[in-house]
């Protein structure tokens, strides 16, 4: 691997589409970058879909690690982890 892709904290590479943590509160949403700017709250996966083929792509693979990359849990995880 050459020096400009690793550190000597890993790997730098990240993925267009990054899905940060869920938010806490009665409705928690997942906030959505892509190619590093906010571009919307998603309260489920299809909102993330929706959000990518926006920006054109056509059939947007959620899993593609490629693609997008989940912060806080995967796909399935849409409310903040309980405090205690």
Same mark, same amino acid.
């Given at each position: 691997?050459?020096?400009?892709?690793?550190?000597?904290?890993? =790997?730098?590479?990240?993925?267009?589409?990054?899905? @940060? &943590?869920?938010?806490? #509160?009665?409705? &928690? %949403? !997942? @906030? /959505?970058?892509? %190619? #590093?700017?906010?571009?919307?709250?998603?309260?489920?996966?299809?909102?993330?879909?929706?959000?990518? !083929?926006?920006?054109?792509?056509?059939? &947007?693979?959620? $899993?593609? &690690? $490629?693609? /997008?990359?989940? @912060?806080?849990? =995967? !796909?399935?995880?849409?409310?903040?982890?309980?405090?205690?």
């Amino acid at each position: 691997m050459s020096q400009s892709r690793a550190t000597a904290g890993g =790997d730098i590479f990240h993925p267009p589409v990054v899905v @940060r &943590p869920p938010t806490h #509160g009665a409705h &928690p %949403y !997942r @906030r /959505v970058e892509i %190619y #590093g700017r906010t571009v919307g709250k998603a309260y489920g996966p299809e909102d993330v879909a929706a959000f990518i !083929r926006h920006a054109g792509v056509e059939e &947007p693979d959620l $899993d593609d &690690p $490629d693609l /997008v990359g989940w @912060r806080g849990g =995967d !796909r399935t995880v849409w409310g903040a982890p309980a405090e205690g």
